[in-house]
């Protein structure tokens, strides 16, 4: 994408050159593709090796153990296992979940989803900084709570919770606690043991993997049961059949080794390469930053431009990759449900831009962005009535 500069790194990223490389060891006829359930020979036994190495990598980067990792598509699935799985489990130990507005949609689904088996869902409301505080839950659990889910770090405007104290606070009441890392983690520290998360979703392509690759990681003392969604060969410990994706799975643990080596600087440069960028934007009459200004992953950034259609600003960035809001709901044509949450009027939330960097932008990439942004919303204003300055 030479002629297009990316700024959309939260809906993907490019996977990085050395993941590739993994990934290309175990593809071709002279590298290790065997079914790594084929033990019985020495190509099976390689490529279960180089699963075991990827587990072993995913579990360094949340502090997990190995054995808690189990291997999935992505982070969608990960969150349904973790909130179908453990609430159909534990149904007759409790039927209400708690949950918020903002969280990504494979959450919500997988909530309503729920709902039409019998259980009570409460949705909380975040502060206009998107923030969920830890009185909301405390308040909010009941004596048949069974799971609390709430995201790390949101898809959209890219403020981090307190998963920590929220943690705690679950396990002080018995509470199963689950956590979407798909966007926070190799990006911000995690520990599930030090945040008391009993169930971890995450996902590669988010850190410069590979699509189609993620896991789930389970607390395992006292161990915590999930009904399985797929059934089939029985792999992953029974809890996701199915014949691992040699290649992808590398190039998932690739990633997070990478990601838990360079986290410190990469966090550095994106946080600075994002401040200067919303230095640069704020300079505009009329300009909102969504979400809490510090709370934050370094890479996300949500500016409203007020008196501008998003859609229209898009149109007029042919240079830039960037989007309206997530790339999960940008097909439906509605406003920013988390925007809305956030106390955001329709047509504020329509006239919102997010902008992500990752490890491969450079501060070029952000003066062009500034450059080409503010000219097109001072020529967007200039043609809309009322709208000039």
């Not at 949609?105 to 505080?133: M, N, S, W």
């Not at 966090?267 to 401040?275: K, S, T, V």
Request: proline share 5%; charged share 20%; net charge neutral.
């Amino acid at each position: 994408m030479t002629d297009v500069i990316y700024l959309d790194n939260a809906a993907t990223t490019a996977v990085d050159p050395r993941v590739v490389e993994a990934m290309l060891e175990c593809l071709g006829p002279a590298a290790d593709y065997a079914n790594p359930s084929s033990i019985g020979h020495l190509p099976g036994r390689r490529a279960r090796a180089r699963v075991e190495q990827a587990r072993a990598d995913v579990a360094a980067l949340v502090g997990a153990d190995p054995a808690q990792v189990i291997f999935t598509s992505g982070a969608t699935e990960a969150d349904n296992l973790a909130i179908l799985g453990a609430a159909r489990f534990y149904r007759e130990r409790g039927r209400h979940v708690v949950t918020s507005r903002t969280e990504h949609p494979a959450v919500l689904d997988a909530c309503r989803q729920l709902e039409r088996e019998g259980f009570e869902v409460t949705y909380l409301k975040p502060g206009p900084d998107g923030i969920v505080e830890p009185a909301q839950v405390e308040a909010a659990l009941r004596s048949d709570t069974l799971l609390v889910s709430l995201m790390h770090v949101n898809n959209e405007i890219g403020v981090a919770q307190d998963v920590g104290v929220l943690g705690r606070l679950c396990r002080e009441r018995g509470v199963l606690f689950h956590v979407d890392a798909a966007q926070g983690a190799g990006k911000l520290p995690l520990d599930v043991n030090r945040d008391c998360i009993d169930l971890l979703a995450l996902t590669a392509h988010k850190v410069h993997g590979p699509k189609g690759v993620g896991a789930l990681c389970v607390r395992r003392e006292p161990r915590l049961g999930l009904v399985p969604m797929l059934h089939g060969g029985g792999q992953e410990r029974g809890l996701r059949s199915g014949t691992l994706a040699t290649h992808q799975v590398v190039g998932l643990g690739t990633a997070f080794r990478i990601a838990a080596a360079e986290m410190h600087a990469d966090a550095g440069r994106i946080g600075a390469l994002r401040e200067r960028l919303w230095r640069g934007l704020s300079a505009l009459p009329g300009v909102l930053l969504n979400g809490h200004p510090s709370r934050r992953v370094p890479g996300i950034l949500s500016v409203t431009f007020d008196g501008v259609e998003g859609e229209s600003l898009l149109y007029a960035l042919p240079g830039f990759a960037v989007s309206s809001g997530s790339a999960c709901a940008t097909t439906s044509g509605e406003p920013s449900y988390v925007l809305r949450a956030l106390g955001r009027s329709d047509r504020l939330a329509q006239s919102t831009l997010r902008l992500s960097l990752g490890r491969f932008n450079t501060e070029a990439d952000v003066e062009r962005a500034i450059e080409a942004i503010t000219s097109a919303v001072r020529r967007l204003k200039s043609v809309t009535p009322g709208q000039g300055g």
